[in-house]
């Protein structure tokens, strides 16, 4: 059944549910820490210290003004604070953590393509954050760029866009090739612009 929105019921029941579950930024907070740490304890992200030498939250001092962040840890080997979200693609980010794990569900939970417009409605940010948000996601779901094929690999190739005046619709097309592994990983690549024919 749709919404009023043209949005499965399901996927707006799932999304609330959500919303209530992980609205609170502690809460939010802490989903990311078991998914980055499933073991249960920190790991440094700059000297990768697994708890050879201590890693412990920080707390403000008994009489200070000013307090500490939640979720702030101190390596006892490089002597560095860090959070959850450094190395990944929250980093640097004013975004609430919520914020992200209600983009991150939207996206996964679309059969179509979800748009940064969609994002900024439905999250109430702004348009070019929601873009930055959508970028970021679709990035780490890339996966690692680095990593070769393997075994069996066969190849296609689509033309995507050229909507508009069937006159000038190849000048919009844009050419691209997917790579992909029997049974295993895919790579896509844009390989260039569509030359206009005359």
């Not at 748009?115 to 070019?128: D, F, G, P, W």
Request: charged content about 25%; hydrophobic content about 35%; some cysteine.
């Amino acid at each position: 059944m749709k919404t009023e929105h043209g949005k499965d019921e399901k996927d707006e029941l799932a999304l609330n549910s959500v919303a209530q579950e992980y609205a609170d930024e502690d809460k939010a907070r802490g989903l990311l820490e078991r998914l980055h740490w499933p073991d249960g304890k920190p790991v440094c992200p700059h000297c990768q210290n697994h708890g050879e030498k201590p890693i412990s939250p920080l707390t403000a001092k008994e009489g200070s003004k000013e307090g500490v962040r939640k979720g702030v840890y101190f390596c006892g080997a490089c002597r560095k604070q860090f959070t959850v979200t450094v190395g990944t693609i929250f980093e640097g980010s004013h975004v609430p953590i919520s914020k992200w794990l209600m983009a991150m569900f939207i996206i996964c939970s679309s059969t179509k393509s979800v748009s940064a417009n969609q994002i900024h409605r439905t999250l109430e940010v702004q348009y070019k954050t929601a873009r930055f948000m959508a970028h970021r996601i679709r990035f780490a779901m890339g996966g690692e760029k680095k990593q070769k094929l393997k075994g069996v690999a066969e190849v296609d190739g689509t033309f995507i866009g050229g909507k508009g005046h069937a006159k000038t619709k190849l000048s919009r097309k844009t050419p691209v090739i997917a790579l992909i592994e029997q049974g295993g990983n895919m790579k896509a690549r844009m390989v260039g612009t569509c030359p206009v024919r005359l």
